[in-house]
């Protein structure tokens, strides 16, 4: 098997903690049955900051992200192979519980998926089942929802049911209970993909505020969107990645041509 070159992204942040990667791969693969989605990766991304990941349909920007918080273990048809550290663990043998990995990695996807719940219990949904006094749950509650720019829009009604919001809202109450299990990594596959152009405004803001304190990876075929959020840019096409970098490099004539014509006319011949 030929390894691929490895990239590596240059953080700007050379503080001690951002030397070492959030996330790494070496001769990563992933399947479903016989075929091969992504193939042979190698890659580190930095810890904090926005590393956004574009490329066309079909690509593997979605089974990357899945397979990083290990979601596609649920399906039997898919398999992975090659080496991926998380936070300085295996992915596989360093997380023996996955829910301890996705704790540590939240994941928010394209269509909102808010459950039949109030606006709250929501939020707390991944703290099920876990003692804490009410005072302490409140406290989470607020301090997720202004996290997610969606307190003041909410803060009278966090009894309703989460279904009476717009799925803008809906949108940033799923980012909402993915941080209420303070996670150090979020993966957003095109969180603003189905969402109205200011819900989507919110969202990018937020990722902005928020990527100080934690590493987002986040998918979209919105290359401004890309160029206003991202520290980093990865650009996948068909499972292998075609370049990977500092955004102010990737946004440069120093880029490759296949990355400036994907840039520019969202086209792809690989
Ligand atoms: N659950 C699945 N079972 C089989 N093949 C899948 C599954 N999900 C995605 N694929 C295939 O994997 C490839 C990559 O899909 P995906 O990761 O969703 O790409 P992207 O998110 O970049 O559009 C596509 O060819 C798609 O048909
Ligand atoms: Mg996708």
């Given at each position: 098997m030929s390894h691929a070159p490895h990239l590596k992204i240059i953080s700007d942040n050379d503080a001690p903690l951002a030397a070492m990667p959030a996330i790494s791969l070496k001769g990563f693969s992933a399947y479903y049955g016989e075929n091969c989605i992504i193939s042979d990766i190698t890659l580190d991304i930095p810890r904090r900051g926005v590393t956004c990941l574009i490329g066309p349909s079909g690509a593997g920007k979605?089974?990357?992200?899945?397979?990083?918080?290990?979601?596609?273990?649920?399906?039997?048809?898919?398999?992975?192979?090659?080496?991926?550290?998380?936070?300085?663990?295996?992915?596989?043998?360093?997380?023996?519980?996955?829910?301890?990995?996705?704790?540590?990695?939240?994941m928010v996807f394209q269509t909102p998926c808010v459950f039949p719940r109030s606006i709250s219990e929501n939020v707390l949904f991944g703290l099920r089942g876990q003692?804490?006094?009410?005072?302490?749950?409140?406290?989470?509650?607020?301090?997720?929802?202004?996290?997610?720019?969606?307190?003041d829009e909410v803060s009278r009604r966090?009894?309703?049911?989460?279904?009476?919001?717009?799925?803008?809202?809906?949108?940033?109450?799923?980012?909402a209970r993915a941080l209420a299990m303070s996670p150090e990594i979020l993966l957003l596959d095109e969180p603003t993909a189905s969402i109205d152009p200011v819900s989507a405004r919110a969202i990018e803001n937020l990722v902005m505020d928020?990527?100080?304190?934690?590493?987002?990876?986040?998918?979209?075929?919105?290359i401004?969107?890309?160029?206003?959020?991202?520290?980093?840019?990865?650009?996948?096409?068909?499972?292998?990645?075609?370049?990977?970098g500092a955004k102010t490099d990737i946004f440069s004539r120093r880029s490759l041509d296949k990355t400036r014509t994907y840039l520019t006319e969202e086209f792809c011949d690989c």
């Open positions: 979605s089974t990357l992200l899945r397979s990083l918080n290990r979601i596609n273990e649920h399906n039997a048809q898919a398999s992975v192979s090659g080496k991926a550290d998380v936070l300085g663990r295996d992915l596989a043998s360093g997380y023996p519980d996955v829910t301890d990995l996705r704790r540590k990695v939240g003692k804490r006094p009410k005072s302490e749950k409140r406290e989470i509650v607020e301090r997720c929802l202004k996290a997610a720019a969606l307190w966090l009894s309703d049911s989460a279904l009476s919001l717009s799925l803008g809202q809906q949108q940033r109450l799923c980012i928020l990527s100080p304190q934690m590493t987002i990876i986040m998918v979209t075929h919105n401004a969107q890309t160029k206003r959020i991202s520290d980093h840019v990865v650009f996948l096409c068909d499972g292998k990645i075609v370049e990977a």
